[in-house]
């Protein structure tokens, strides 16, 4: 993968996902230093430039602290771990997982019209990039659906937006795919969809915090009203 501006951003994903998962396993403890930069190039085969973005995520979800010229250190991860959800196990559970949806995502939204950035809209776009694709092939993707969400979660720069969904990617996960299900069930269903995505992310990227907000809560009602018809209910016997 080259390191273009858009090639950089997904090294650095992958960086940033690779030291994430080491902080939350354990594997660097509270306080302790991270590698240099040259490290860190080094051991993952990319340049700084792409290190220093990964690490810069970091920082802006309250994973590591810096201390000017002495480096990077873990910060204590205690006040996040604790958002942690059973495992879904009947319709109610799904229904919760909406209501809760429905009060954190459509605020996630207009904040993130406010506080977009170019590299923010580009991963949300990039989501939509990978929903229209499937949904001209007449199928639905449940994790570029997540990455969407979780993407304007991200764009709100409120790591508490972006902790809460990522706790909930499993569950939000089950309601996607039998989203995706009762959506194939109608010939327009999924274009109805993408077209809802895509009015989300021309308010986003416009800056209309209050048609964002009201954008995702009607897409997120309208899915919840679809899953929960009488014929989708078959869930409740699972």
Partial sequence: MSDTPAGRRSLSETVFDRIQKSIKSGAYAVDERLPTEHALAAEFQVSRPVVRDALQKLRDQGLIYSRRGAGSFVREQGIREPLGFGQMENLSDLQHCYDFRLTIEPEAAAVAAQRRTPEALTKIKTALDLLRDATN????????????????????????????????????AVGMRLHGLSLRRTSDGLAHVFVEHTAITEAIALGDSERARQLMRTHLSGSRDRLFAPSSNQYADE
Wanted: hydrophobic share 45%.
């Fill in 137 to 172: 092939r007449q199928a639905h993707r449940a994790d570029a659906d997540f990455m969407f969400h979780l993407s304007i979660a991200q764009a709100s720069s409120n790591p508490y937006f972006v902790t809460a969904m990522q706790a909930l990617e499993e569950h939000i």
